[in-house]
């Protein structure tokens, strides 16, 4: 399973995917990959930083949509005073 993790105010929303069964056609693993893509594109659009972290290296920062990372975190936009 993949996971697209969004850290904000509320805690931290997970919304997760099946990319093996994405690949075999399964309508609601698709459905699960465009509505993450849908709510990956809203944050970046407001602001908030991506990153692809795998167990095995650094995080790397990412501007687009990457359904075959196994974890995206979005981190929204940190406000200084």
């Known amino acids: 399973m993949a996971v ?3 850290l904000s105010h509320l805690g ?3 919304l997760e995917w099946d990319v093996q069964k ?3 056609g399964d309508l609601e693993a698709v459905a699960a990959i465009a509505e993450a893509e ?3 594109q809203e944050h970046r659009a407001r602001g ?3 990153f692809k972290v795998a167990p095995d290296g650094p995080a790397e920062r990412i501007e687009h949509f ?3 990372a196994q974890q995206v ?3 929204p936009r ?3 005073g």
């Open 22 to 24: 994405a690949k075999a």
């Open 38 to 40: 849908r709510v990956f």
């Open 78 to 80: 940190v406000a200084g």
């Open 12 to 14: 931290d929303t997970k």
């Open 48 to 50: 908030a930083t991506a």
């Open 4 to 6: 697209l993790r969004i």
């Open 66 to 68: 990457d359904p075959q």
């Open 73 to 75: 975190i979005m981190v």
